[in-house]
């Protein structure tokens, strides 16, 4: 092995204990209220939740929950994906069946093999994220449907069939048009006529 290997491997090998510190650090610094954060390949990130974004995380979780139970509904909650420093918390993240009860990672952290949905609400400081280095980590963990809702394009982005660190297929549906997830794991269709608009 040379250097630059020994390095990587051991960059990679200590991820989350890496990612722990970095929590831990942040923690104790005074984040504003309202603010979400999350680490996207070792970079930390802030971000306002508005109105707008918590109404339609909100209105996603309520159609989630006729099928899902609350628990296996997630919002906001850190979870480690692949690639370097990657602890997301997103917007909406439904666990598969018997997530619950499954062994979750030595910090504690929920594991993102039993991921099965992430939608995640762009913000404008960090839309570059969703639809960049997240959806790679996303695919990556072989999550089977990401949605991205988008307040300034007035549409959502639905990404499936995750394969070798991306989606093959992605469906573009605007504001107020149902989102069909019928025939992916999710088994719904969403609907979009109340996601406001920026």
């Given at each position: 092995?040379?250097?630059?290997?020994?390095?990587?491997?051991?960059?990679?090998?200590?991820?989350?204990?890496?990612?722990?510190?970095?929590?831990?650090?942040?923690?104790?610094?005074?984040?504003?209220?309202?603010?979400?954060?999350?680490?996207?390949?070792?970079?930390?990130?802030?971000?306002?939740?508005?109105?707008?974004?918590?109404?339609?995380?909100?209105?996603?979780?309520?159609?989630?929950?006729?099928?899902?139970?609350?628990?296996?509904?997630?919002?906001?909650?850190?979870?480690?994906?692949?690639?370097?420093?990657?602890?997301f918390?997103?917007?909406?993240?439904?666990?598969?069946?018997?997530?619950?009860?499954?062994?979750k990672?030595?910090?504690?952290?929920w594991?993102?093999?039993?991921?099965?949905?992430?939608?995640?609400?762009?913000?404008?400081?960090?839309?570059?994220?969703?639809?960049?280095?997240?959806?790679?980590?996303?695919?990556?963990?072989?999550?089977?449907?990401?949605?991205?809702?988008?307040?300034?394009?007035?549409?959502?982005?639905?990404?499936?069939?995750?394969?070798?660190?991306?989606?093959?297929?992605?469906?573009?549906?605007?504001?107020?048009?149902?989102?069909?997830?019928?025939?992916?794991?999710?088994?719904?269709?969403?609907?979009?006529?109340?996601?406001?608009?920026?």
């Open positions: 092995m040379t250097v630059l290997e020994d390095r990587i491997a051991m960059a990679e090998s200590d991820s989350e204990s890496t990612l722990d510190e970095m929590f831990e650090r942040l923690e104790k610094m005074p984040v504003p209220e309202g603010y979400k954060v999350e680490i996207v390949e070792g970079t930390v990130y802030m971000s306002p939740q508005r109105d707008t974004h918590w109404e339609i995380i909100l209105d996603i979780v309520e159609q989630l929950r006729p099928k899902y139970p609350r628990k296996r509904v997630k919002s906001d909650v850190r979870i480690d994906y692949p690639g370097h420093l990657n602890a918390a997103t917007d909406v993240t439904v666990m598969a069946e018997g997530a619950e009860g499954a062994e990672t030595e910090a504690g952290h594991r993102h093999e039993d991921v099965e949905f992430v939608a995640e609400v762009i913000s404008k400081g960090t839309a570059a994220n969703d639809y960049g280095p997240k959806k790679t980590a996303y695919a990556t963990a072989e999550v089977p449907v990401y949605v991205i809702a988008d307040p300034y394009q007035r549409r959502c982005h639905i990404y499936t069939q995750p394969k070798e660190g991306d989606y093959e297929i992605e469906t573009t549906v605007p504001f107020g048009s149902d989102l069909d997830l019928g025939n992916t794991v999710v088994g719904l269709t969403l609907k979009t006529d109340e996601f406001p608009r920026d």
